[in-house]
């Protein structure tokens, strides 16, 4: 990666950033499907996974935010990022009775009518993170702009490429809102303003670094020429470096990674990946928290908050503006 291509990429993630910023200060009034306005006392965080350093960090957000409000506040995740482990443990919490549940659906469709169930028993919905395709029961929603990450990655990818080549994109299998959108919005960038970069068809892993590094492996098998590798979360930001190692391909494939946890950026001071497009989980925690409050007060909270993204490089990895976007539990 030349010198002289990196602070661009730092100053457009500046831009980025600030631009989602000044974009995501909507308020639109009072928002569908709150109707508890009972004084919150308690709110029950549901992340898509155990262990996750994301869902940590927004975890890290609410409690935090939860502590200074004086409210209860509990935590818990499914083992595994699937519909079918998270409705248990969304059944249990909403049977702990709290006023408010902000919970990141691992299915834009599965999770709908488990939801629906703590609308049923008056506590209001606030997703984070990932979305449901219907906002019918929820009282907001708090994320990045997923679409945008994609495009951020396939602007990312286009400087370190020099605007041209073969590059791929590695997601999970379709459901999940935000993998789906990443997917979508480095597409279509990619197909928008980089016409001498070929993107091939996306690669589907499922939740581990293995399968990755193995879809990976398949691609380069294929396409000896490939340039890039875009990969959209954790599990495919893990298993894209191994797999172009094993190939003995890395000093010809660029890595574009999602998601500062420390994995990512060890990867990232250590060169095995070029690039991490981050969000940021803490600011989705103390918001969705917030608004719990809010709405538990008959005040009305945004129905739609996008929280902001930034691309990181070795360059600015250390910088002061990039501290918000690494992902730290707590
Ligand atoms: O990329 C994040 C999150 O945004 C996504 O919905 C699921 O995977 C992560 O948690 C990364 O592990």
């Known amino acids: 990666m030349s010198h002289r291509w990196r602070p661009i990429i730092a100053t457009s993630a500046l831009v980025v950033f600030a631009l989602a910023s ?26 898509g996974v155990k262990d996750s350093p994301f869902y940590a960090a927004i975890d890290c957000g609410a409690k935090t935010e939860a502590k200074k409000l004086g409210i209860q506040y509990t935590y818990a995740a499914p083992g595994t990022f699937d519909p079918a482990a998270q409705q248990p443990v969304l059944s249990s919490v909403i049977a702990s009775g709290p006023q408010a549940i902000l919970i990141a659906p691992t299915d834009r469709v599965a999770m709908q009518a488990p939801m629906h169930q703590a609308k049923a028993a008056n506590i209001n919905l606030i997703t984070v993170d990932t979305a449901l395709d219907s906002t019918t029961d929820l009282s907001s929603e708090v994320n990045s702009d997923n679409v945008a990450g994609g495009g951020l990655g396939a602007d990312t990818m286009a400087g370190l490429i ?79 470096p191994i797999g172009v190692r094993n190939a003995n391909a890395r000093a010809s494939v660029k890595i574009v990674a999602f998601d500062a946890q420390p994995s990512q950026v060890e990867a990232l001071k250590v060169g095995d990946i070029d690039a991490i497009i981050s969000q940021n989980p803490f600011d989705m925690g103390v918001l969705a928290v917030d608004y719990a409050v809010d709405l538990g007060k008959g005040q009305a909270v945004p129905a739609k908050k996008i929280t902001g993204l930034m691309a990181i490089t070795k360059d600015n990895v250390d910088s002061p503006a990039v501290a918000p976007y690494i992902y730290k539990s707590c």
């Open 162 to 240: 020099g605007g041209k080549g073969k590059v791929v994109a590695i997601s999970e299998p379709p459901g999940s809102s935000t993998d789906d959108q990443r997917v979508e919005g480095f597409v279509n960038q990619m197909k928008a303003k980089y016409p001498d970069i070929t993107v091939l068809d996306t690669q589907f892993a499922d939740h581990s670094a293995q399968a990755t590094a193995s879809k990976v492996a398949s691609v380069l098998a294929a396409n000896p020429d490939l340039k890039g590798v875009f990969a959209v979360d954790n599990f495919t930001g893990d298993g894209a």
């Open 22 to 47: 000044a974009a995501c200060s909507n308020s639109a009034g009072p928002a569908a499907g709150g109707n508890s306005n009972q004084a919150v006392q308690s709110v029950a965080l549901v992340g």
